[in-house]
């Protein structure tokens, strides 16, 4: 299981998140803060993004990037940390993010407890705790034996085409210079997570009935249609998707059968008829067919609305 997660903060400015989860966005972890309490130390952009994954539905995760020289002063991050995310309902992970030079000097040991100490607080307010760190960092300033230890998920981060990480993770972000429809602002760091969060009620892939295929976070009908050696307008067709981009977590795919007799689309806020026709059909001059298909007297259409298609 590979899903595509993405992390994201203030430097990504205001972020579209209807476009980034159907550009196949399977999580967002959300940084929260920085350093010990002070209403300057949160995130600007933290209230948008998480009340923006929210509304949209995509499962999301916080990280916190420490200053801390201390178990102590990790441990009052944490509580900075736990106050800031009050409320929320994190699918993914709420992460230590540690790799600052003034941390790096106080030995390997001490740096995996101050790592723990953050993270023992955030599992005993009830949710899951991740140590965010890198390649070099992981061989040469923290004691990862106790992470392991420990019971913390590690993320680790080399941008690269493969991680080379000995040890145990459950992400990689493997690079800070990614472009994801619906965030504009700047590049912003990509991730695989091989972990279902938010996907523990889904079969896997080989425990599924051979006729069908449950969608997962990450998955694309091409994806789908390559792994069953088929092709996507075949499985379009079948199940009728109107859009081949556009799927849901849980959905269930049919592999084999007739194709679907009738082509319809449901209208969403913002759509135009050209819109509608230049992604369905693939020429936006086609929406006079889809206006005559469906007997409108005009370019007027609703949400909700559901249209026939040539």
Not at 15 to 34: E, F, P
Not at 69 to 82: G, K, P
Not at 266 to 282: E, F, K, M, P
Not at 287 to 303: A, R, T
Request: charged share 20%; aromatic share 10%.
């Amino acid at each position: 299981m590979n899903l595509l997660v993405v992390d994201v903060s203030e430097h990504q400015g205001q972020i579209d998140w209807y476009k980034v989860k159907r550009a196949g966005i399977a999580g967002a972890i959300i940084r929260c803060g920085y350093g010990v309490k002070s209403p300057s130390q949160i995130d600007k952009q933290f209230a948008n993004n998480l009340a923006g994954c929210k509304a949209i539905g995509i499962p999301y995760g916080f990280y916190h990037y420490s200053y801390a020289t201390s178990v102590e002063s990790a441990e009052q991050e944490a509580d900075f940390c736990l106050e800031i995310i009050a409320g929320s309902n994190p699918q993914y992970p709420v992460a230590f993010d540690m790799e600052e030079s003034r941390q790096s000097a106080l030995g390997k040991s001490v740096c995996a407890d101050i790592a723990i100490a953050f993270c023992n607080k955030i599992r005993a307010a009830g949710y899951i705790p991740m140590l965010y760190t890198n390649l070099n960092w992981s061989r040469n300033y923290i004691d990862m034996d106790k992470i392991d230890a420990a019971g913390i998920d590690v993320w680790m981060a080399q941008y690269n085409t493969q991680c080379d990480y000995a040890g145990k993770y459950v992400m990689w972000q493997y690079t800070s210079k990614g472009v994801v429809d619906g965030i504009t602002a700047n590049t912003v760091d990509m991730n695989w997570c091989y972990k279902g969060y938010a996907n523990d009620d889904i079969l896997p892939p080989d425990q599924q009935p051979k006729d069908t295929y449950t969608v997962m976070a990450g998955d694309t009908l091409s994806g789908i249609a390559a792994k069953f050696g088929t092709t996507y307008q075949d499985l379009a067709a079948i199940n009728g998707i109107v859009n081949p981009n556009l799927i849901q977590v849980g959905q269930i795919i049919k592999l084999s059968g007739n194709a679907a007799a009738d082509r319809t689309y449901t209208v969403r806020a913002g759509d135009s008829l050209w819109q509608i026709a230049q992604a369905q059909l693939g020429n936006g001059a086609r929406y006079k067919e889809i206006k005559s298909l469906n007997g409108l007297s005009s370019d007027m259409i609703y949400p909700g609305q559901v249209l026939r298609l040539p």
